[in-house]
């Protein structure tokens, strides 16, 4: 008895210490799910290229995106494109990550004011720009604003630190352990652990709300701790999750964290083009026996590494499966510099590599997706009533307290009260 008290304690501390970013994490997760279907319905200028639109002739002829990129960079030498996908879905756009270059007169980056690009294919003209993960409700920025929410709550970085990605890294470790916690209290006595996955419709909203809190914790209690485990990894993987893993299996170093990245002002300059890097990708590729073709390549100024990747245009974003693999170059040197392939490695790597296809629901493609979103609501709603249920617990305790202040004034008075009618007596 005294054992479950203290766990009851726990996770009545526990939970009220997460439940807000639970909640926020929750709603954002089941709308995010969907993020790039929502993007380009609320953004159709970003994702739709103007030169297609009406056209009922034969398909205009699209300039390349390597050539679309050298024009980008040459018009404004004041940004490079750091992420360039190899291929366009036709009638739309082409979207690019950029990065700010130094200014040589401050010795600092570029002011830009925008990260994305929305390129027309046909003519290279600029349809868009946007600042993604700006502190933003239009509708140009809503998507990348609660997508950063969910894992960092825009919370400011201090320095070389992400301190919004150890906040909910730290809140999803206390998830891993309130979800034991919860799961022990959840199961008074065996003889009645029927009670434990009921929910009692008909006898009003408090029991109601005590239900949908224990009983629906405890039909999705696995899908709630895998999302917590992998919470932990999106957030705080190389800190913690690694090492844990590590402690049963190896897990290979990856090439940025092999290398120690240049300070920020000072950017590693790619002696290397984005066209010689390809081929050298290419031909590795070949001798492995890829014949997926490369799907998109970015450039990490700060480690002096290129990234290849190598899938399908319908496959940028892995529905299915562990991902897409990778393959890393050094931009000065050429040498290759490690790669990402899923589903190779030992189990700590497979683990690894297993982490954000669980956490978005992307292994199982649409279905997963669908089962995520509707687990974004149900943690949502489990942060919603374990409040309510402590808030009405809160309340009773205060009445309760209330009531025996109460007796203790008038006690006084009563003895009073019945004095004289005690001398009456004798």
Known sequence: MRMRLTFAL?????GLFIALFLFVAGATGAVI???????????PHLFEARSGLGSTSTPLATLAPLELARRVEASDPRLRVSYLPLAIEPGHTLGVSVVARINPATGKPFDLGFNQMALDPVTGAVQGTREWGAISLSRENL????????????IPDVGEVELGMWVMGIVSVVWILDCFVALWISFPNARSWRKSFAFRTGQGWPKLNFDLHRSGG???????LMLAITSVSMNLGREVMKPVVSLFSPVTLTPFEKKTPSPINQPIDPVLSREHVIRLAQAEARRRGWTTPPGAIF???RFGLYGVGFFAPEQEHADGGLGNPWLYVDARSGALAGDQVPGTGSAGD???QAQFPLHSGRILGLPGRMLISFMGLVVAMLSVTGVV???RKRRAQLRARANHSQEWRLAPRLQHQQAPQICDLK
């Open 10 to 14: 726990l996770h009545r501390w526990s």
């Open 33 to 43: 799910a969907w993020d790039h279907e929502l993007d380009e319905w609320l953004n």
């Open 143 to 154: 998507l990348p604003f609660l997508y950063k929410l969910h894992y960092s709550l825009h």
């Open 218 to 224: 405890v039909w999705v209690w696995a899908l709630l």
């Open 299 to 301: 450039y990490a100024d």
């Open 350 to 352: 497979i683990f690894m």
């Open 389 to 391: 249920i402590w808030a």
